[in-house]
Nanobody
Framework: QVQLVESGGRLVQAGGSLRLSCAASGRTFSLYTMGWFRQAPGKEREFVACTTKSGGNTYYADSVKGRFTISRDNAKNTVYLQMNSLNPEDTAVYYC?????????????????????????WGQGTRVTVSS
């Protein structure tokens, strides 16, 4: 098992930047594919980004592509989400998630990587509010 704790969420003005962190403990961090999801009030949880176990490959939702960057430091057991050019539509609770599944193969991600149900382990979330 792995335990996940997010941090870094706060109120920020539109156009600003934030970096979220997710610290993992428990089993070896490099055994997990990591993802970030978010949930806005009244909406379903949606996929934001993910990275392979080594960090060598990443994938983004269209809504954040070019603005957000996911990265991981396996030596520090931490995954990050750098968020730039934030807008009010990015307001949500952000969750990091982990799965032991390998979801990248032969240059492609399995489609199920965008489904919350694919990830077995979740943090408690960190709130990001973007003011206009």
């Amino acid at each position: 098992q792995v335990q996940l704790v997010e941090s870094g969420g706060r109120l920020v003005q539109a156009g600003g930047s934030l970096r979220l962190s997710c610290a993992a403990s428990g089993r070896t961090f490099s055994l997990y594919t990591m993802g970030w999801f978010r949930q806005a009030p009244g909406k379903e949880r949606e996929f934001v980004a993910c990275t392979t176990k080594s960090g060598g490959n990443t994938y983004y939702a269209d809504s954040v592509k070019g603005r957000f960057t996911i990265s991981r430091d396996n030596a520090k057991n931490t995954v990050y989400l750098q968020m730039n050019s934030l807008n009010p539509e990015d307001t949500a609770v952000y969750y990091c998630a982990a799965t032991g599944q390998s979801l990248w193969t032969s240059g492609n991600w399995y489609p199920r990587v965008t489904r919350a149900s694919t990830f077995a382990y979740w943090g408690q979330g960190t709130r990001v509010t973007v003011s206009s």
